[in-house]
């Protein structure tokens, strides 16, 4: 008998291996679990995001509408903004409402203004309608968009990315197309930056141009009224209605001046970024053949004051670090005027603020310096090289940024390297108080965005260039992106370049001549082709 139970056992046993159905069957069971269950957590992870997500991607702090005056009767013209919306950053006075300057304790402790800002008012004007204030960094100090108690607006470009600062709202509403064009302010790149990361175009004015009458100063000497639109005709509306008429600036035959210093900093190619620009205005009446210039290493020249805050450098250093001397220069002329505005203010209320905001501000408050004169020099000189330059005709063409956006939440935010690489070039325009034109680069992986400079006054030119050109320049680069390309051996490593050899080779050899020595003898082949290509 217990031989054949045992028999039976294993009869049965071998029944149930030697049956494929039965292992099909429990196998599509067994995956039916895990896709129910994959799906399940899939749910329930869509839930959590979409209960999270604030309304409106984070941009507005405060919603209200104020509407324009009617429209004037045939046969007058319309309004010239008529139809569009707007948004403004949370430091432009609306009356009745309090500005928060992008923190609850400002909010707290100061009254609603009597008046609303001069910008904002023009505007109501000529006809565009205001949709609400927007959030921006704490007291305009940050470069990320990520605000402690408002949150960080979430960037339609790349939601896992950071907006930019300091006005992240202001952008934000704009590509998330709730607003055609939003007002901010930028000192030392609030609005040119947050541009770069949403992908918008944006406008920084001469300095004193606009009025900044009604707005919360951060640096009164560095504040500029900007503003951001995702199309190249608003953003000269907008100008239209806001610059007066002696803005005018560029004579015929323009000419563009590439900073080729500026472009070697990037995993960008510099050469397909000429050779759209080049090929967008050959067909063009009225330019002439683009000129190169390493910029750093004429600032460094031209702008004898600067040497005072220059790292100690070799001579094919000397660009670089002239460059990251004007973003210093820049950044101590910014506390040294906060801390004039608002140092009782801080020391008195004690406000709540973000880590990084709060080194920022106690930079500022603390800051000493003995000699601020020299401050106030290099500006003035700088705006002189730059005249000198690019005189009536050139137009300085440079990336908007040296990095690229960062994560949201990323610890990378609080380093010094960060900062370095976001104000490595805004700080051109804005010691010089020349104007400056943003554009986003189509069909690019990476956050990349030009940066057009015009001399101080020559505002509604530069706008008039931007629009006849932006077309042209985003088709070129489309089309430059899509270069066949080559590939090139180097010992065991292959490199693309383009096919444009002869243009590719000046590169190189620029490369090596200006930035190369700078980089750690140790550094591999495959990171300087990072660089070059």
């Given amino acids: 008998m217990a031989s054949s139970a045992q028999s039976g056992g294993a009869g049965g046993g071998g029944t149930i291996t030697s049956n494929p159905r039965v292992w099909i069957v429990a196998g599509i069971a067994v995956a039916g679990v895990i896709v129910l269950a994959e799906a399940a957590r899939r749910r329930r992870r869509w839930l959590r995001g979409k209960s999270s997500a604030p309304p409106d991607a984070g941009a507005f702090c405060d919603r209200f509408e104020l509407s324009p005056p009617p429209q004037p009767p045939p046969p007058a013209a319309r309004h010239l903004l008529s139809g569009l919306t707007f948004a403004a950053s949370d430091n432009f006075e609306i009356e009745g409402y309090v ?12 009254e609603a203004p009597r008046h609303t800002a001069v910008t904002v008012t023009m505007l109501l004007k000529q ?13 305009g100090f940050g470069v990320t968009g990520e605000n402690l108690h408002c949150g960080t607006p979430i960037n339609p470009a790349s939601p896992s990315l950071v907006p930019g600062g300091s006005c992240s709202g202001a952008a934000v509403a704009v590509a998330a197309q709730l607003a055609d064009f939003a007002l901010g302010t930028d000192t030392i790149g609030d609005v040119r930056i947050p541009a770069s990361f949403c992908g918008l175009l944006s406008f920084r004015p001469s300095y004193g141009v606009v009025s900044t009458l009604g707005t919360i100063a951060n640096s009164q000497s560095l504040d500029t009224i900007g503003w951001f639109a995702r199309d190249p005709s608003v953003l000269y509306r907008v100008a239209e209605a806001l610059l007066p008429a002696t803005a005018g600036g560029l004579k015929q035959r323009r000419q563009f001046v590439f900073a080729d210093d500026c472009f070697q900093l990037l995993k960008v190619s510099n050469q397909k970024t000429v050779h759209a620009i080049k090929n967008a205005v050959q067909t ?3 330019y002439q053949p683009p000129k190169h210039i390493n910029i750093g290493q004429y600032l460094y020249l031209n702008v004898p004051s600067l040497k005072e805050f220059c790292e100690p450098a070799t001579k094919l250093q000397e660009g670089m670090s002239a460059l990251k001397a004007l973003s210093i220069v820049m950044l101590l002329l910014q506390r040294y005027e906060f ?72 610890k990378e935010r609080l380093s010094s390297g960060f900062e370095d690489r976001m104000y490595k070039f805004v700080g051109i325009a804005a010691l010089s108080g020349c104007c400056e034109v943003t554009i986003p680069l189509a ?29 042209l320049i985003q088709e070129q680069v489309v089309l430059a992106s899509k270069l066949v390309t080559a590939p090139v051996t180097n010992g065991d490593i292959d490199v693309d370049i383009d ?35």
């Fill in 127 to 139: 006809g565009a309608t205001c949709i609400g204030r927007t959030v921006m960094d704490e007291l």
């Fill in 99 to 110: 500005a928060g300057f992008g923190n609850p304790d400002w909010k707290r402790t100061h």
């Fill in 443 to 471: 069909n690019l992986d990476h956050h990349v965005s030009l940066s057009f400079v015009a001399t101080h006054g020559s505002d509604k030119s530069l706008l008039r260039t931007i629009l006849d050109t932006y077309s």
């Fill in 284 to 286: 063009l009446p009225g």
């Fill in 339 to 410: 801390k004039a505005s608002h140092e009782n203010w801080v020391n008195t209320v004690k406000p709540k603020l973000g880590l990084d905001i709060s080194t920022r501000v106690l930079r500022a408050v603390n800051f000493a310096h003995d000699n601020i004169k020299s401050l106030y020099a290099i500006r003035n000189e700088l705006r002189a090289a730059l005249q000198n330059l690019l005189k009536d005709t050139g137009i300085l063409v440079l990336p908007t940024t040296a990095g690229y956006p960062l994560k949201r939440n990323s």
């Fill in 499 to 533: 096919v444009d050899a002869s243009e590719l080779l000046k590169e190189k050899v620029y490369f090596q001549q200006t930035v190369s020595p700078s980089l750690p003898p140790s550094l591999p082949f495959s990171l300087l082709s990072f660089f070059m290509f």
